[in-house]
Structure formats: C-alpha cells, structure tokens
T-cell receptor
C-alpha cells in the first residue's frame, strides 16, 4: 500500500521569504507524484507533477519540486512567496495505470505581510 | 479551459435522508472518481468509475453509497441514508486516459449532516 507523509501541518512564512513544504512517500512500486493546491473555499488544483524524466519539475507560478528516489521525497519549494500563495498544499502519489490518488494530510501555508 | 463542475456547492441534510451529489466531468474524459475530505483530515478516495461500472472502491464506499452515470454528461454519488460522519467535502475528479494522465478536480460539494 502507498502512503504519503506531510510532516508540517502548518507553515507560516513572511512574504518574499523562501519556503519548503516537505513530502515523503512510501511505495513498493514506481510512482507518479503530484502537488495539489487548495485556495480558501475552492477545490483542488494541480500545481505540478512528476511522471518521469527530469527529477526537477516546475509550475508556472514559481514553485518547483524535486523527486528524490533514494530519500522517497518530493519536497515543494519556492524561493520567494507572495501573499497570494496562502493556501493548503497536498502531496499525492499514485502508481501507473489508472489507480486512485493517495493524499497526504496537507500543509497549510500562511504568508505573512 | 474545460473544467469539472459540481452541484450543489453546499448541501445540508438530516441524518437518515438520501442525498445525491452531482458532477459534470470534462466532456472527453473517460475515468471518473469521487473523493472526500472530512474537515481537518486528508483527502480520501471513495470510488473510481469507467465504462459504466465501478473499477475500484475503498473501504469507505459501503452499501450506503452508489454511483451512476445516468446520461452522457453527469456523474452522481448517492448516499442512501446519511450519517453524521458523512459530513465532509466531496470532490469529483476525471481524467481522459490511463497511465500518466492528470486527474482534474471539481470545486467540491460541502455536505453537512445534522
């Protein structure tokens, strides 16, 4: 069975500071990895994903995540956050085929002016 | 850009009542899912649906739950006799192909059981 651990339930950070949201997974097979973002009162939006190839993946709004197979991690980073990045961030994993996503508990990122 | 839509956005019901949550997946998608998120907890998989039948379901998806694709556009989740612990945000998702395709989520329906 797969599982996802997001160690930090809440991360407060000042505007323009860097941030890292941690995600570790466990799986006995190859996986695909995702970060979803949930803005207040909205649904889940895909932020970025790792399927294969380059281990560093980027989103259009400045976030990046690096797949590290040896450490079974897929941490999300941004060098300089904005107020508008305040949201809940979910790491998710699934294996190939059309299997369901397995989510972590989420990390609430609060950006402080 | 096409998106998954869900109705209603909020549903309040009495314990023991039946509810139907509705979803319209993206039009050319073939795989459909329901997930739920109890307040403060992680998003959990309920059921997946393909080719007019359930392809996978979780332990949560017991006999009180059913899904249906009554026409070419809607995908519904029915809870036959709601319990207090069914209160949650319910998300519908869809994707087009097997394998690497991304699941796209709707905005969710917040179900409150009193």
């Amino acid at each position: 069975a797969q599982s996802v651990t997001q160690l930090d339930s809440q991360v407060p950070v000042f505007e323009e500071a860097p941030v890292e949201l941690r995600c570790n997974y466990s799986s006995s097979v190859s996986v695909y990895l995702f970060w979803y973002v949930q803005y207040p009162n909205q649904g889940l939006q895909l932020l970025l994903k790792y399927l294969s190839g380059s281990t560093l993946v980027e989103s259009i709004n400045g976030f990046e995540a690096e797949f590290n197979k040896s450490q079974t991690s897929f941490h999300l980073r941004k060098p300089s956050v904005h107020i508008s990045d305040t949201a809940e961030y979910f790491c998710a994993v699934r294996n190939s085929g059309n299997t369901p996503l397995v989510f972590g508990k989420g990390t609430r990122l609060s950006v402080i002016a | 850009e096409p998106e998954v839509t869900q109705t209603p956005s909020h549903q309040v019901t009495q314990m023991g009542q039946e509810v139907i949550l509705r979803c319209v997946p993206i039009s050319n998608h073939l795989y459909f899912y329901w997930y739920r998120q109890i307040l403060g907890q992680k998003v959990e998989f309920l059921v997946s649906f393909y080719n007019n039948e359930i392809s996978e379901k979780s332990e949560i998806f017991d006999d009180q739950f059913s899904v249906e694709r009554p026409d070419g556009s809607n995908f519904t989740l029915k809870i036959r006799s709601t319990k207090l612990e069914d209160s949650a945000m319910y998300f519908c998702a869809s994707n087009k192909d097997r394998g690497t395709d991304t699941q796209y989520f709707g905005p969710g329906t917040r179900l409150t059981v009193l």
